[in-house]
């Protein structure tokens, strides 16, 4: 049973458009969100977090916005740029259960100039 | 800037053989994460370290699979014997105190084929 979801396989989007990455959970208990971004051949690495006491948390062209109520989280990216292009993961956890990350399945985003 | 190191960065064995992966943590940081990702899947743990101490390994197929951080420094992670299934990318990453709202920072990866 997976608790994090990332519906879209792939997004393509041109650059200085909008990209708009979306992730569900299933796990009301979750309290911190985390989206990663991998490079081929890299480990991921960490984009930007939301605490779940906040609905929106922003750092340059990176903003994640949380809607707990509907257990959906985004992250938009503003204006997309060519390096963006990589896979992009959410990942969510909780103090109960430690603080191992649990990872939706990723999006592929491509940016093309 | 620190990163975390892990080696091989790539290994074929054949199944039934025995492999092992080794990952260095950004130093002092004290939580330790062997991650597994199977192609098209998000990472997902096997055992996470505090220290020397194993926190959680209730993912760790112990049958085959063991991992030790013996002086809650650098890791290795073993399986004996592989199967066609354990082929994968192993993850290590490491945060300083494992805190929640700590950053967990990922090393390379070790590419795994079984053949």
């Known amino acids: 049973d997976q608790q994090v979801k990332q519906n879209s396989p792939s997004l393509s989007v041109q650059e200085g458009r909008i990209s708009i990455l979306n992730c569900d959970y299933t796990n009301s208990m979750f309290d911190y969100f985390l989206w990663y971004k991998k490079y081929p051949a890299e480990g991921p690495t960490f984009l930007i977090s939301?605490?779940?006491?906040?609905d929106k948390n922003e750092d340059g062209r990176f903003t994640v916005f949380l809607n707990k109520s509907a257990k959906h989280l985004s992250l938009h990216i503003v204006p997309s740029q060519p390096g963006d292009s990589a896979v992009y993961f959410c990942a969510a956890s909780y103090n109960q259960a430690g603080t191992a990350l649990i990872f939706g399945k990723g999006t592929t985003l491509s940016v093309s100039s | 800037e620190a990163e975390v190191a892990q080696s091989p960065r790539y290994k074929i064995t054949e199944k039934s053989q025995a492999v092992a992966f080794w990952c260095d943590p950004i130093?002092?940081?004290?939580?330790l994460y062997w991650y597994r990702q199977i192609l098209g899947q998000g990472p997902e743990l096997l055992v996470q370290f505090q220290d020397e101490s194993v926190v959680d390994d209730s993912q760790l197929p112990k049958d085959r699979f063991s991992a030790e951080r013996l002086k809650g420094v650098d890791s290795t992670l073993k399986i004996q014997p592989a199967e066609l299934g354990d082929s994968a990318m192993y993850l290590c990453?490491?945060?300083?105190?494992?805190?929640?709202?700590?950053?967990?920072?990922f090393g390379p990866g070790t590419r795994l084929t079984v053949l």
């Open positions: 130093s002092g940081h004290a939580t």
């Open positions: 990453a490491s945060s300083l105190d494992g805190r929640t709202d700590n950053e967990q920072f």
């Open positions: 939301i605490s779940s006491i906040k």
